[in-house]
């Protein structure tokens, strides 16, 4: 579960990596991130903005449940996701994702499913890890993005805590199951595969070319030599296809050509925004109906699930009485 969790946070940070590349605004390098201050006794109502607590030295954005988020997490997630500081429109988004994150979060801390300081190490380890294979460890302050990108693995904690009593139509679910049968015969194969990450294209080309020849029979020697988020020392596992596709964030459009692969071969080099992938077919067998229909099962539930708890989380959002700080936003136009 735990290498699981790891690939996810991989396609995420992939992901953050493609978005803080693709805009100019640089964070400085000796910046340290600003905590959450909790606020004394606030006495405002909903839409004033409350004065400045002389314990506070920061700047905030929004104060949501007597926590002051600073204007420096508007200005990171902004940059991040190649928003300009400078345009209320987008301010106005941001800050709204922003809330609604800051809510998860407090869900989370209030019934003690939050992270403990042993597991965000752990964690934030992993991801400066990533980074620094990748010689990115400058493009971003680690610990604000980790933030960001473990607001999944919090939700799915909050999914468990409100939902786990949840029941769901059988009948709806049979119904289902068959469509999903009808609609993708293509896809109904068992595929285990290993993959490579990479920013190098010409080795990646290289392999693919290659492969099978002397010096390029075995993809896991070749994940050793050239992966840049395989852990050194450690054995080379193989993934269920779809776990990669999922866990990666890839679309169908690149993955339904990985379907298509037979036992041994390699899969041709996809762009996941400036890092190269490329995959393995480990093992390839027919897929057995029984543990797929159970699968289907786990998804269904899940969504149905999901479904209840987004209706659950639409009316924290509404009902989220928080001040939003107008002159720190009108200061950045």
């Avoid at 990748?134 to 990108?149: N, T």
């Avoid at 099978?212 to 450690?234: A, I, K, Q, R």
């Amino acid at each position: 579960m735990k290498a699981l969790i790891k690939l996810c946070l991989l396609g995420v940070l992939v992901l953050f990596l493609a978005a803080c590349g693709n805009n100019t605004t640089e964070i400085e390098e000796d910046y340290e991130p600003t905590p959450t201050y909790q606020a004394a006794e606030p006495e405002q109502t909903p839409g004033d903005v409350p004065a400045p607590d002389p314990d506070i030295d920061i700047d905030w954005v929004f104060e949501l449940d007597g926590v002051y988020i600073p204007i420096t997490d508007l200005l990171f997630y902004m940059t991040a996701m190649g928003m300009n500081p400078g345009n209320p429109f987008e301010q106005e988004t941001a800050v709204e994702h922003l809330v609604e994150m800051q809510i998860l979060i407090n869900r989370a801390e209030n019934h003690g499913l939050g992270f403990t300081d042993d597991e965000r190490q752990e964690y934030i380890s992993e991801v400066m890890d990533v980074l620094f294979a990748m010689q990115a460890l400058d493009m971003i302050d680690v610990e604000r993005a980790f933030e960001f990108m473990l607001i999944d693995i919090v939700v799915e904690r909050l999914v468990e805590h409100y939902t786990s009593d949840h029941t769901h139509d059988q009948e709806e679910l049979d119904l289902e199951f068959e469509l999903y049968l009808e609609e993708n015969s293509m896809f109904l194969v068992d595929i285990n595969a290993k993959y490579i990450m990479s920013v190098e294209h010409d080795i990646l080309e290289q392999i693919y070319e290659n492969f099978g020849t002397p010096g390029y029979e075995d993809f896991s020697e070749l994940v050793l030599e050239h992966s840049m988020f395989h852990e050194p020392g450690t054995e080379v596992e193989s993934f269920p296809l779809m776990h990669i596709i999922q866990g990666l964030g890839l679309d169908w459009f690149q993955a339904m050509p990985l379907f298509e692969l037979e036992e041994g071969e390699v899969s041709e080099v996809m762009d996941l925004g400036g890092i190269l992938l490329m995959v393995y077919v480990y093992e390839r067998s027919d897929i057995d109906l029984d543990e797929l229909e159970e699968m289907f099962t786990e998804q269904f539930i899940f969504r149905n699930r999901m479904d209840f708890f987004m209706n659950l989380f639409e009316g924290w959002v509404e009902s989220a009485a928080y001040i939003v700080n107008q002159a720190a936003l009108d200061a950045l136009q």
